[in-house]
């Protein structure tokens, strides 16, 4: 069972856009601004896509945006893309394990 | 521009010690800031992050692997390894080698990763 609670899965039309949810705690994801998301396509490695709650790598599209509301971080993509389709991860610096990651959440484009 | 590489055995028999290798280019091991981890994952299951290492040995790992954990640094290679104890089924991952970000104590993220390795373990 993983420490980081996100939907399995989610999904939305081409140009909408959806929300992928991260539930932690105080000790994680609501205490400290070290949260990240990750985006993992099939066959591939994980690619970061977000750091420190809401900052962007150089080269990520601005149609990813991340954000925190208490212990519950959220990953908004903006027109939704096919190429988006993938799993995603959060994570967090905690105070328990140092690292903790999130279950994952699959998103579909329809 | 960053790459790093895994390597190891493939399949391993229950019992047997996991040894893995992350080769380094791009950055160098010695002088980087940054710290270097292990993630691993099982087929169709999410993340787990195993463990970091910096370059002076200072060791990070995760506290449910109860000790089974090893790491350590090569810094004339450029690499890095990982030594995984009494493996069972349940070891069977694809394992990550990866560049983290530390902010002070605390983990930031992980900006490169390697392809990754699938491990078997199998009677």
């Known amino acids: 069972q993983s420490a980081l609670t996100q939907p399995a899965s989610v999904s939305g039309s081409p140009g909408q856009s959806i929300t992928i949810s991260c539930t932690g705690t105080?000790?994680?994801?609501?205490?400290?601004?070290?949260v990240s998301w990750y985006q993992q396509r099939p066959g591939n490695a994980p690619k970061l896509i977000i750091y420190?709650?809401?900052s962007r790598p150089s080269g990520v599209s601005n149609r990813f945006s991340g954000s925190r509301s208490g212990n519950t971080a959220s990953l908004t993509i903006s027109g939704l893309q096919a190429e988006d389709e993938a799993t995603y991860y959060c994570?967090?610096?905690?105070?328990?394990?140092?690292?903790?990651f999130g279950g994952g959440t699959k998103v579909t484009v329809l | 521009q960053m790459q790093l590489q895994e390597s190891g055995p493939g399949l391993l028999k229950p019992l047997e010690t996991l040894s893995l290798t992350c080769n380094v280019s791009?950055?160098?091991?010695?002088?980087?800031?940054?710290?270097w981890g292990w993630i691993r994952q099982p087929p169709g299951e999410a993340l787990e992050w195993l463990g970091a290492?910096?370059?002076?040995?200072?060791?990070l790992d995760n506290p449910s692997l109860k000790s089974r954990v090893t790491m350590s640094v090569d810094t004339s290679k450029n690499a890095f390894s990982l030594k995984l104890t009494s493996v069972t089924a349940a070891d069977t991952a694809r394992y990550y080698c990866?560049?983290?970000?530390?902010?002070?104590?605390?983990?930031?993220?992980?900006?490169?990763w390697g392809q990754g390795i699938l491990v078997s373990v199998s009677s």
């Open positions: 990866a560049r983290v970000r530390f902010s002070g104590l605390f983990y930031n993220y992980f900006d490169s």
């Open positions: 791009g950055d160098s091991i010695t002088t980087s800031r940054h710290y």
């Open positions: 290492i910096f370059s002076t040995g200072r060791t």
């Open positions: 105080n000790s994680d994801v609501g205490g400290y601004n070290y």
């Open positions: 420190e709650v809401r």
């Open positions: 994570s967090s610096y905690s105070r328990r394990t140092t690292v903790m």
